[in-house]
């Protein structure tokens, strides 16, 4: 069993402002994926470090504001009916990965239609880079003691004191280990090789919805929603599936070429 390390969730503090550490990991993984982004765009014939600047800023906005959203219409819509400024509390977490993606996807066809791309041709240069910053977010739902694991006997079952005495799967810092640095790593390996477009993209939806779905088994539902299916079933794993099946979808649509062919991203004279 080992105790949580009782991490104060507020990093600096400055007379009525104060910086939490959840901000700042948001900061980090968009920092992380601006200077990926410039690593692969200089190793482009058809990127520049501008339009990387702008489609980091196009997806920060759509991952925050989807993130946001989602959260409150897939998990406590009656909560913030009844408090609808605490919509605006976002230091205190409450952020969707799914509502993420959807927000995201709108800032990509945004993007794709100021830069002249595809969709896909603009999502296979985002996608190796959005692990970093999913690492980067479990990290700071660990600090905040949020979206804690089932209770376990294993031997790194941790204390959270927040969620009671009884040692639980950080479930947190295994979504960090899986959806963030072991995803980002076969991304990041697998687009440094020229492939049909949308197939990277379409690597990054079933394996963050394996992964997610996967890692769902060790964490504890939401109290407000439970189980929603089957009486095992979490609304992440609901959420996970469908992306699944669109991955698998777009793989198979790929490898047929339907959305053409392109060295991008990540290798320069392609």
Same mark, same amino acid.
């Given at each position: 069993?080992?105790?949580?390390?009782?991490?104060?969730?507020?990093?600096?503090?400055?007379?009525? %402002?104060?910086?939490?550490?959840?901000?700042?990991?948001?900061?980090? $993984?968009?920092?992380? !994926?601006?200077?990926?982004?410039?690593?692969?765009? !200089?190793?482009?014939?058809?990127?520049?470090?501008?339009?990387?600047?702008?489609?980091?800023? *196009?997806?920060? #906005?759509?991952?925050?504001?989807?993130?946001?959203?989602?959260?409150?219409?897939?998990?406590? %819509?009656?909560?913030? #009916?009844?408090?609808?400024?605490?919509? *605006?509390?976002?230091?205190? +977490?409450?952020?969707?990965?799914h509502g993420g993606m959807l927000g995201v996807f709108v800032a990509i066809w945004l993007f794709g239609r100021k830069t002249k791309r595809s969709f *896909?041709?603009?999502?296979?240069?985002? !996608?190796?880079?959005?692990?970093? &910053?999913? *690492?980067?977010?479990?990290? $700071?739902?660990?600090?905040?003691? =949020?979206?804690?694991?089932?209770?376990?006997?294993?031997?790194? &079952?941790?204390?959270?004191?927040?969620?009671?005495?009884?040692?639980?799967?950080?479930?947190?810092?295994? =979504?960090?280990?899986?959806?963030?640095?072991?995803?980002?790593?076969?991304?990041?390996?697998?687009?440094?090789?020229?492939?049909?477009?949308?197939?990277?993209?379409?690597?990054?939806?079933?394996?963050?919805?394996?992964?997610?779905?996967?890692?769902?088994?060790?964490?504890?539902?939401?109290?407000?929603? +439970?189980?929603?299916?089957?009486?095992?079933?979490?609304?992440?794993?609901?959420?996970?599936?469908?992306?699944? !099946?669109?991955?698998?979808?777009?793989?198979? #649509?790929?490898?047929?070429?339907?959305?053409?062919?392109?060295?991008?991203? +990540?290798?320069?004279?392609?």
């Open positions: 069993m080992i105790n949580y390390p009782e991490i104060d969730p507020v990093l600096l503090s400055i007379g009525p %402002l104060k910086l939490h550490w959840y901000g700042m990991m948001y900061l980090l $993984g968009f920092s992380a !994926a601006w200077m990926l982004g410039n690593w692969r765009a !200089a190793h482009s014939d058809s990127w520049n470090r501008n339009q990387v600047g702008d489609l980091i800023l *196009f997806g920060a #906005l759509g991952a925050v504001l989807g993130g946001r959203a989602g959260y409150i219409l897939f998990y406590k %819509l009656e909560d913030y #009916l009844a408090q609808p400024l605490d919509i *605006f509390r976002v230091w205190e +977490g409450g952020m969707s990965f *896909f041709q603009v999502s296979d240069f985002v !996608a190796p880079l959005v692990p970093i &910053g999913l *690492f980067f977010g479990r990290v $700071g739902n660990f600090i905040n003691q =949020e979206l804690w694991g089932r209770v376990t006997e294993l031997s790194w &079952g941790m204390v959270f004191p927040l969620a009671g005495s009884d040692p639980r799967h950080p479930s947190q810092l295994y =979504e960090a280990l899986l959806e963030g640095l072991i995803l980002f790593a076969i991304l990041w390996i697998y687009s440094a090789t020229p492939r049909p477009v949308a197939r990277v993209s379409g690597l990054f939806m079933i394996l963050y919805g394996v992964f997610r779905f996967l890692v769902e088994f060790t964490r504890e539902p939401d109290d407000y929603l +439970g189980f929603v299916a089957m009486d095992w079933m979490s609304m992440g794993q609901m959420l996970s599936l469908p992306m699944i !099946a669109a991955g698998v979808i777009i793989m198979y #649509l790929a490898g047929g070429q339907r959305f053409g062919y392109q060295g991008e991203p +990540g290798n320069k004279g392609n």
